[in-house]
């Protein structure tokens, strides 16, 4: 279900990720990195939610065309057997 490559960030976000480390290790005051990593934990747990939700629409579109697929295909061999 999950791929392996979805693992691996690009160049952009790698280097974006080596510049916020390297001011979170420069920052000193203390009070910024507390409302920073709040600030953060509240933007993942939305994205979370988000694609949560995202998901679980799209899994349900998939069920329903699924269903009417299998429906019709019931249907069509319902037809055939009342042929024969």
Not at 21 to 47: F, W
């Amino acid at each position: 279900m999950l791929k392996a490559d979805w693992f691996n960030l690009p160049m952009e976000r790698e280097l974006t990720l080596l510049k916020i480390g390297q001011e979170v290790d420069e920052c000193r005051d203390i009070e910024v990195l507390r409302e920073s990593i709040k600030q953060l934990s509240h933007q993942n747990a939305r994205y979370q939610h988000m694609i949560g939700e995202m998901l679980k629409e799209t899994i349900t579109k998939e069920l329903a065309s699924f269903e009417d697929a299998m429906s019709a295909i019931d249907k069509l061999e319902a037809g055939d057997n009342a042929t024969n």
